[in-house]
């Protein structure tokens, strides 16, 4: 298929992870921000090719792993309620509630519906007057665009019984958050490059400033990755700290303009909780009052509720890069992706189910690698 | 969450303030949102998440980076013939 079958070549990834060994005078750690990016990662094993050059740390780039443990009970105790439709995309369904997930409430008779996009939703609205359609509106700046147009949409048909429960994230402030911790061990970050087509990379540039921090905008296939990574290794040999993209046939510096204006008139930035780090001051997305009509928390006048983790699972530090998955003691035994204590065991993009899909039959290699 | 798809735009109709269109990714067409790529015509490729089109692929910038990837030294003339089974279009 065109645009992605030339950045899988596997000679030329070879030929790149060459390069960067070559001038790599010591081992680097650089983290991938997005899970989608951890998944070709270890899909293609490109931790594996660069293992004597390279560390690469998985970052919190997995909303379904970061939805708080709090949004998916609200979801959870909706969809049970009579006469309402819990409209979701796929992943979050098996994500761990305190007591249920969406997929057993569904199981017990709940009307919960799997959505690829949330337009799905609107016309399940059309399609059930008598009903309300609550739609599970979770994402980085990448899906808060579709988010908001449902909203905008939703609004403009005069829809009222639509609302969304929203749970929207944001990168930049999770990138600072990394950083200012005292054990911070990243050197350089593969940015983004879904979430920059939309907002563009002036705000990583800031950061790449104030923290001193080599920062390259990588795309999603593997030669794409490691031609980031390779960007990330001169710089550092360099002694630089600077913005680059190696992602320019998607991503501009301004980012998507017009998306960046439906998702500012739809949403305002505000305090965000985070699955397994904690809060973030201004980290997300909540809708804006002109929409408060659709915002599930005020409809169904749903009060905080208090939540714990269970005890064995070491998702917080997994998602903040202080550890691998291969480092819990549940992984593979009691929490596999059938059955997950985490969310990232979950997720098409968490790190814990890219280590169990690609790595657990590897797990002697890995344990001698250490 | 975040992948997103690059499709070939075969169709534009804009509809009461509705901009959509179909996209063909390998061997199947989608109805996407184009709402948010008001500068894409029938021919561009764009990257389709959630069923909005994100952002238009600028071939001039694919085909540079390619140059870039050429220069590296490797590039086997030609690209895997192999046709992969369509990505995974119904996760979000």
Known sequence: ?370 | MCLAIPGKVLEINELQGLRAGKVQFAAITRAVRLDLVPEAVVGDYVLVHVGFAISCIDEQEARRTYEILREMGVWEGELPPAEEPPPEHSAP
């Open chain 1, 1 to 370: 298929m065109k645009y992605l079958d030339e950045y899988r070549d596997g000679a030329l990834a070879r030929r790149i992870a060459a390069e960067i060994a070559s001038i790599s005078t010591r081992p680097w750690v650089l983290m991938e921000i997005c899970g989608g990016q951890t998944h070709t990662i270890m899909r293609y094993g490109i931790d594996e090719l660069l293992a004597r050059n390279v560390e690469l740390v998985h970052g919190p780039g997995c909303p379904v792993c970061v939805t708080p443990l709090e949004t998916i009970d609200k979801a959870v105790a909706l969809a049970l309620r009579p006469g309402v439709i819990l409209v979701s995309y796929g992943d979050m369904l098996r994500v761990p509630g305190s007591q249920l997930d969406l997929f057993r409430a569904k199981a017990q008779g709940a009307d919960v519906r799997i959505a690829y996009s949330p337009t799905e939703a609107i016309k399940i609205a059309h399609a059930n007057p008598d009903r309300q359609v609550v739609f599970l509106a979770i994402g980085f700046e990448t899906t808060a665009p579709a988010n908001a147009m449902a909203a905008w949409d939703a609004k403009r048909q005069g829809l009222t019984n639509f609302s969304m429960l929203v749970s929207h994230v944001l990168v930049p402030p999770a990138i600072r958050s990394l950083l200012s911790s005292p054990h911070n061990r990243i050197q350089g970050f593969i940015a983004p490059g879904h979430v920059c087509t939309i907002v563009g990379y002036e705000e990583y540039e800031e950061i790449s400033r104030e923290f001193r921090m080599p920062m390259v905008v990588g795309g999603f296939e593997p030669v794409d990755l490691l031609e980031a990574i390779l960007m990330l290794v001169r710089q550092l040999e360099a002694s630089k700290a600077c913005v680059e993209n190696q992602y320019v046939r998607a991503v501009s510096r301004a980012g998507n303009r017009v998306a960046q204006r439906v998702v500012n008139e739809v949403f305002e930035v505000a305090d965000q909780k985070w699955r397994g780090i904690g809060g973030i001051p201004a980290s997300g997305l909540r809708f804006r009052s002109e929409y408060a009509a659709f915002d599930a928390n005020l409809i169904f006048d749903l009060a905080p509720i208090a939540t714990e983790e269970p005890a064995e699972c070491i998702s917080a530090q997994v998602l903040q890069g202080l550890r691998k998955p291969t480092d819990c003691s549940a992984f593979t035994t009691r929490c596999t992706p059938e059955t997950p204590l985490g969310a990232p065991m979950v997720s098409a993009e968490g790190a814990c189910a890219a280590y169990y899909h690609y790595r657990r039959h590897n797990l002697v290699a890995l344990e001698e690698s250490k």
